[in-house]
T-cell receptor
Framework: ETGVTQTPRHLVMGMTNKKSLKCEQH?????MYWYKQSAKKPLELMFV???????ENNSVPSRFSPECPNSSHLFLHLHTLQPEDSALYLC??????????????FGPGTRLTVL | GQQLNQSPQSMFIQEGEDVSMNCTSS?????WLWYKQDPGEGPVLLIA?????ELTSNGRLTAQFGITRKDSFLNISASIPSDVGIYFC????????????FGQGTRLTINP
């Protein structure tokens, strides 16, 4: 069983569509993350959830709406996106509590194209 | 904000050569991580470093956590074609649900 899975792997949507990205982790972790990866830019942290509570929102536009119903699942709801939102969206998870370091494990990503 | 400077941005080498890349920061980090990303996939963790001065190996890969806690390097010995990909460093500071700061990546290309 793969540690962190994401669906769909590819998504093409128009600017008026509403879609959702799904992430599931099978590692027993307590923290989950959404990142955006655009061409030639470092990975950008979008949201952090710890024990199902949002603990970080990195100034992300409201057209991105995260949801964490339990510690194993994370969603990113998308609506009225812009073409510049086209990117690889990566989910990650970590144990969440480890003073010496809390390693994040990534899913394969969803390649999103906004037309 | 926190930034990591990763270099080189790209490398073109012959199979069998050794590779070295590094990351530097103006901020101190408690943890340094090195990831590799293949096309169309998410980053995969290669090595995690938790102590200043720590030197850790994973097969042909060796990474070190700088004494100043502001830098780290990754070496790959005797490169093979499957080493092709983008390598990212990441620094981590905050306890609990932790934030990662990523470098820009080093794209490695290997000529057989």
């Amino acid at each position: 069983e793969t540690g962190v899975t994401q669906t769909p792997r590819h998504l093409v949507m128009g600017m008026t569509n509403k879609k959702s990205l799904k992430c599931e982790q099978h590692l027993g972790h307590n923290a989950m993350y959404w990142y955006k990866q655009s061409a030639k830019k470092p990975l950008e942290l979008m949201f952090v959830y710890s024990l199902e509570e949002r603990v970080e929102n990195n100034s992300v536009p409201s057209r991105f709406s995260p949801e964490c119903p339990n510690s194993s699942h994370l969603f990113l709801h998308l609506h009225t996106l812009q073409p510049e939102d086209s990117a690889l969206y990566l989910c990650a998870s970590s144990i969440g509590e480890r003073p010496a370091g809390d390693t994040q494990y990534f899913g394969p990503g969803t390649r999103l194209t906004v037309l | 904000g926190q930034q990591l400077n990763q270099s080189p941005q790209s490398m073109f080498i012959q199979e069998g050569e050794d590779v070295s890349m590094n990351c530097t920061s103006s901020s101190i980090f408690n943890t340094w991580l090195w990831y590799k990303q293949d096309p169309g996939e998410g980053p995969v963790l290669l090595i995690a470093l938790y102590k200043a001065g720590e030197l850790t190996s994973n097969g042909r890969l060796t990474a070190q956590f700088g004494i100043t806690r502001k830098d780290s390097f990754l070496n790959i010995s005797a490169s093979i074609p499957s080493d092709v990909g983008i390598y990212f460093c990441a620094g981590q500071r905050i306890q609990g649900a932790q934030k990662l700061v990523f470098g820009q990546g080093t794209r490695l290309t290997i000529n057989p």
